[in-house]
């Protein structure tokens, strides 16, 4: 109950946008024009069954902006395909779609998925046949694989709808709050269903791919058969017999007729005689066509090979996808160089299309059926492993505070190996956390004390780091990090840097020691600390090197303050050393640079 708590508040706390907004106005405008885009370019199968992903976006726009703003949308695209492009009348299913599983989804937090499929098979399943009954006054094969597509395609497309929702970071391009948060069932049900469905439409493109290129072969060199057959048997022919031909001489229609009938395609061919104003003089199914034929009137074509087309009648959009492939076909035209005739053998598709919807609609009954027993697999697996986590999690819920009361916690036992471990592990760290509460007191006295200690020694290291350890100035690493400081400064400001090198010290270290030598640099240093304020630094460099900044200073104050630096080292320095008084006299040299 506190995971299905938890995820219905997530669910809950996510608000349809506001369309009122810019930003969101400008989103659903791109995705809409997305949409349409993808409405109007489905991924085509063969015959009339095909792919698309226009459904994809109308569910993320029903997921942001709610019911309203969806149905709208598709309501737009429809009306716009219906006056642009002809759309098909079965596209006004896809309109109750979007409005049904917004109006479920808005009062239960439902698989949206599920809710996708419940509509299918329930509401937009049985219309679609109905809506095909009412305009062929017959439910045929072709009815029945209409229905399949459209529903596959639905259940697919909500199924990446809801993917993309679920597991991408998508809600920062609409400005949501994040979640990184999953539902368990959820995911396991959608790895189910797409390892069903993924593989599923790969292997049909693929295969719908080089079945495209076997049949077109297989009408190429049905056609070119066709062709070679006539072709050779009137290469006896004179060039008077081809005008007479012309003339329509019933003798050489009877001869070409023959020609036609000894052909042994002619049962998968059509072939027709016609001159260049479209005149018929002969067709191998005389109720079929007139007196006059254009075989490009009615709809459109491209050319395939020299001399090869393919025809499309032109998509009225009342009937189905199905039915405009099962009227087109494929075309020959042979031309006589003698006179304006030519031969055109055409090849309907209509030859193979039964077998290719059959062949669809057995994937398609396969596909839903393992569709249908894998969202009852995920289901039941979802349901049994959530069980026992809610065993788990009831038990572990404020383990601590029941540890503190000492209660007795029972602790459940699962079939599911990596559960019970989890369950062995809470144990287990139950066993120990009351030695570890004992504990934590001793410890974070101990923590306090070390943590003191650590401070003191973090800055013992930090003023060894920055200053000399014989005098106490700052050294070297300090002067360049002052210095550095004052050159990158925004206020920019004169800066003198003074050098200075005492005079002498070495014969001070040969001649009394270097311990004289130390009391010496230190007395030097005391006197020269004098510096160490706001608008001044002074550090040792190292041996008898010792450098002064002056900041917001020119070159005569440098001058006198170099002055008054060699003024205060030629006072004697007094040494007390075993009951001895030394006095010693020490100079610098100093050197200036002002900068800039």
């Not at 199968?45 to 569910?59: A, E, H, K, P, Q």
């Not at 005389?286 to 050319?303: C, E, F, P, Q, S």
Request: glycine residues 4%; positive net charge.
């Amino acid at each position: 109950k506190l995971v299905e708590r938890k995820v219905s508040a997530i669910y809950t706390a996510n608000k349809n946008l506001s369309i009122k907004s810019p930003k969101n106005l400008m989103l659903l405008l791109i995705i809409s024009t997305i949409s349409l885009i993808a409405w109007k370019n489905s991924i085509p199968f063969s015959f009339g069954v095909s792919f698309t992903l226009s459904s994809l976006f109308m569910f993320i726009i029903l997921r942001f902006y709610g019911v309203m703003v969806a149905s709208s949308v598709v309501m737009a695209i429809m009306i716009l395909d219906w006056t642009l492009f002809h759309g098909s009348i079965f596209n006004a299913v896809l309109i109750l779609e979007v409005l049904v599983v917004g109006a479920l989804l808005r009062n239960k937090r439902h698989n949206l998925f599920v809710l996708d499929a419940f509509y299918w098979f329930i509401i937009g399943g049985p219309l679609s046949i109905l809506l095909f009954y009412l305009i062929n006054k017959v439910v045929s094969a072709e009815g029945i694989l209409l229905v399949l597509n459209m529903v596959i395609n639905g259940l697919v497309n909500v199924l990446i709808a809801d993917l993309i929702i679920s597991y991408l970071p998508i809600q920062k391009i609409f400005g949501c709050k994040e979640d990184n948060s999953f539902d368990l069932n959820k995911m396991i049900f959608h790895l189910t269903i797409a390892a069903v469905l993924g593989p599923f439409l790969a292997y049909t493109f693929v295969d719908a791919w080089f079945s495209k290129i076997s049949l077109e072969s297989d009408i190429f060199e049905l056609m070119n058969s066709t062709k070679i057959n006539i072709t050779e048997k009137m290469n006896t022919w004179e060039d008077n017999d081809f005008r007479r031909l012309r003339l329509k001489s019933p003798i050489y229609l009877k001869k070409f007729k023959t020609i036609v009938d000894n052909n042994p395609l002619k049962n998968s061919v059509e072939v027709l005689l016609a001159d260049k104003s479209n005149n018929i003089y002969f067709a191998s199914d005389n109720n079929k066509y007139g007196n006059t034929y254009n075989w490009k009137d009615g709809g459109h074509y491209i050319k395939v090979y020299d001399n090869v087309y393919k025809w499309h009648p032109e998509y009225k959009g009342i009937t189905t996808d199905l039915s405009y492939w099962s009227r087109a076909y494929y075309i020959m035209i042979v031309p006589f160089d003698i006179v304006d005739l030519q031969v055109q053998i055409k090849v309907p598709l209509s030859n193979y299309a039964d077998n290719v919807w059959t062949t669809y609609l057995n994937k398609f009954m396969i596909l839903l059926l393992f569709c249908f027993i894998s969202a009852i697999f995920s289901m039941m697996t979802s349901r049994y492993v959530l069980k026992d986590l809610s065993k788990l999690t009831k038990s572990s819920t404020g383990l601590p505070e029941k540890l503190k009361r000492q209660e007795v916690i029972q602790w459940p036992h699962t079939s599911i190996i990596q559960i019970n471990t989890l369950v062995s592990n809470f144990q287990a760290m139950s066993d120990n956390l009351m030695s570890l509460f004992n504990e934590a007191k001793i410890m974070n006295n101990q923590l306090l004390s070390q943590t003191k200690e650590l401070e003191l020694s973090r800055e013992k290291m930090k003023h060894l780091a920055y200053n000399d350890t014989l005098t106490g100035l700052p050294n070297r690493r300090s002067f360049n990090g002052y210095l550095e400081n004052l050159l990158n400064s925004k206020d920019k400001k004169n800066i003198a840097v003074m050098f200075i090198d005492l005079n002498r010290f070495k014969q001070i270290n040969d001649i009394l020691g270097h311990e004289y030598g130390d009391t010496v640099i230190k007395e030097v240093a005391k006197r020269l600390s004098c510096f160490l304020k706001e608008n001044s630094f002074v550090a040792r460099l190292g041996g008898d090197k010792f450098v002064i900044v002056l900041s917001n200073a020119d070159m005569k104050k440098a001058k006198k303050c170099a002055i008054y630096v060699n003024k205060i080292l030629s006072e004697p320095i007094y040494i007390n050393q075993k009951e001895e008084i030394h006095e010693l006299y020490v100079s610098g040299s100093v050197g200036i640079s002002i900068y800039p």
